[in-house]
């Protein structure tokens, strides 16, 4: 009998992604917002890896680590906001069953990755400031790579397993999800067939992508402030925290809002809470993290002054050549 019910039940072919519909006069301000934190996030990434690439002074493993954080913000924020700037103009919110899960695919593979890699990026920093004579020998390039790839691998791997998971849930009837992206709690919660299993192998694989980096982090920025704090100078101390200052601040907002929205209690009052939260994690942290990192550091600012001579002078000479 249950058998029969559920197969003259509608399947769902496409989802609607309410997003921020509840407040249609604010629609214009959105979408303004948005695409200028989305023009300001994709041209201070690809100026990062630009300006990285250009300087053989930033050829560093700081730097290898930043550029790869660059390239993976740009996906990341690549694979939420343009489809949220749609819906501002064209008022459509439907996205198809399919799309729907290549978009929680990508998100989680880039959530994954960036976890490990802000994780490796710390102990990257432990390794400068507290095995300072041994940095070399130990962040070679080899291990720089195979640190860098295994960050993008266990997302991959990770987003991989969500995904199959998620997608084995039947959907059926209701198909808006109170959501500007498509994330797995929304999901489950359509979700009409038995969610226990889908939840425990999200909930392994969510702590298996969060508390090893997060502990790795913590872990090197113990060791990395008691390092700080045994500097006799006072100019030795503001420069041994000014090279890991910019990365605590970073780790703190990714993953202080990233472990609020997952703890939020489900309920329907907490809901436009939850999505002001994911703006931080999935917009707004992609956007300020090449003003944290740029601003705040010396060499790179003057590696930018100098790729811009080299721009300027290339341009000039490209100008006397079809003279």
Request: aromatic letters at 14%; one cysteine or more; proline letters at 3%.
């Amino acid at each position: 009998m249950a058998k029969e019910e559920k197969d003259n039940q509608t399947m769902v072919a496409e989802f609607i992604l309410l997003g921020f519909r509840t407040l249609p006069h604010l629609q214009i301000i959105f979408f303004v917002i948005c695409l200028i934190i989305y023009m300001m996030t994709i041209t201070g990434n690809i100026l990062i890896v630009v300006v990285i690439i250009v300087n053989r002074s930033l050829h560093k493993p700081m730097y290898f680590f930043l550029g790869n954080l660059s390239v993976l913000e740009t996906c990341y924020i690549s694979t939420i906001v343009p489809r949220i700037l749609t819906s501002f103009v064209t008022d459509y919110h439907i996205i198809s069953f399919n799309g729907c899960f290549l978009q929680f695919y990508f998100f989680a593979f880039l959530a994954g990755a960036e976890s490990y890699l802000l994780s490796v990026m710390s102990y990257d920093r432990y390794i400068a400031i507290c095995k300072a004579l041994h940095y070399i020998t130990i962040m070679k390039n080899r291990s720089c790579i195979q640190l860098s790839l295994g960050s993008w691998m266990i997302g991959l791997m990770a987003a991989a397993v969500t995904t199959f998971f998620t997608s084995q849930l039947t959907f059926c009837g209701a198909n808006t999800i109170d959501h500007f992206f498509c994330d797995y709690a929304p999901l489950l919660m359509l979700s009409c067939s038995p969610t226990e299993e889908t939840e425990m192998a999200m909930l392994v694989l969510g702590s298996a992508c969060t508390l090893p980096p997060l502990l790795l982090t913590m872990t090197s920025y113990i060791f990395i402030i008691r390092t700080i704090l045994g500097i006799p100078s006072t100019i030795g101390r503001s420069k041994a925290f000014s090279t890991c200052s910019s990365h605590l601040i970073v780790v703190t907002i990714f993953y202080g809002t990233l472990i609020i929205v997952y703890l939020l209690p489900k309920e329907s009052k907490l809901r436009n809470l939850n999505k002001v939260f994911s703006v931080f994690y999935t917009i707004l942290t992609p956007m300020i993290n090449p003003f944290i990192y740029t601003l705040r550091n010396e060499e790179f600012k003057k590696a930018i002054g100098k790729t811009i001579g080299k721009l300027a002078l290339l341009r000039i000479s490209f100008g006397i050549q079809f003279k």
